[in-house]
């Protein structure tokens, strides 16, 4: 699974290409969690840890998302 820092490394895409796949990781990070929180699955599983990196990732390039969780989805 491709993970933020490696979006952000890769030198071959744009400052909005990076936004792009940062935000449809956080919507899949997103789905993974309130799909955990749903089916009384671990939540300690790494999703949440995933989820603040992918936010991070976008802080550093200056993006507007929103920082609601899934519970507020």
Known sequence: MLEANDILADSGLS???KIAKL???LSEARG???AATEGGMDPD???TRNLRDIELALDR???EH???GAATL
Do not use: I, K, P
């Open 15 to 17: 400052r909005a290409e």
């Open 32 to 34: 993974l969690q309130r």
């Open 23 to 25: 935000e449809e990781l």
């Open 45 to 47: 599983d790494g999703v």
């Open 66 to 68: 929103s920082t609601s």
């Open 61 to 63: 390039l200056n993006a």
